[in-house]
């Protein structure tokens, strides 16, 4: 496609179940970003990749959450024992190269937890 | 990243220009001033970036003050489609993790 394409764009789960979230970056970009939005906050920067690497996954809020982008392209970030306070629009992004700051974002997957 | 300072909310007339400011006191040589923008339950979207030099594109102006303390984004002729929220970001150009804040929420009026 076009555009970043994230699946599903809508996730109902109930507390303590494990949830995955799918990223399809635009082709050919080597970067991909995961940011989590609040309502009625900006977003906040999760994980970055640079090809298969997790190059910077300091905004990971604890280890329940994982993502992984095992060849380069489609990413899935992966939220274990969800808890009601996951509850947000998860939100991916792509650039064609890492840093200069123009990132292609998806519309995002709203996950709700129970 | 440099902390930016927006006012929560503005309006503008449709037709009219819209004025966005940013305040970026703490800002460093080597970090560019990028504006984004979210329309309601999309994604956010690039608007422009700029260093030191004011900046033009299809969608807005960027006027950067001499001491860069400080920048306005301009909306030339604000539709109604320009409703949004729109986010001041401070950051070296090569940085990985671009850090939203809360931005100003534009309201386009008829």
């Known amino acids: 496609g076009a555009g970043v394409s994230q699946t599903p764009s809508n996730k109902v789960t109930e507390k303590g179940k494990y949830v995955e979230l799918r990223c399809d970056p635009i082709?050919?970009?080597?970067?991909l970003y995961w940011y989590r939005q609040s309502l009625g906050q900006g977003p906040e920067f999760l994980i970055y990749?640079?090809?298969?690497?997790?190059?910077?996954d300091s905004g990971l809020p604890n280890d329940r959450f994982f993502a992984v982008r095992p060849e380069g392209s489609v990413s899935t970030l992966k939220i274990q024992r969800t808890e009601r306070g996951d509850s947000a629009v998860y939100l991916c992004?792509?650039?064609?190269?890492?840093?200069?700051?123009?990132?292609?974002f998806g519309e995002g997957s709203r996950l709700t937890v129970l | 990243d440099a902390k930016t300072t927006q006012p929560t909310s503005m309006d503008c007339a449709e037709g009219r220009a819209a004025n966005l400011p940013c305040n970026h006191s703490t800002i460093s040589g080597n970090e560019y001033v990028y504006w984004y923008r979210q329309i309601h339950s999309q994604g956010p979207q690039y608007i422009i970036h700029g260093l030191k030099n004011n900046e033009t594109n299809e969608m807005a102006s960027l006027i950067i003050t001499e001491d860069r303390k400080s920048s306005t984004l301009i909306l030339p002729h604000a539709t109604l489609r320009d409703t949004a929220v729109y986010y001041c970001i401070a950051t070296e150009y090569n940085n990985n993790d671009m850090r939203f804040g809360a931005g100003t929420r534009l309201t386009v009026k008829p």
């Open positions: 082709s050919g970009h080597t970067a």
């Open positions: 990749f640079q090809g298969t690497g997790a190059a910077d």
């Open positions: 992004a792509s650039s064609l190269i890492a840093g200069g700051g123009e990132l292609f």
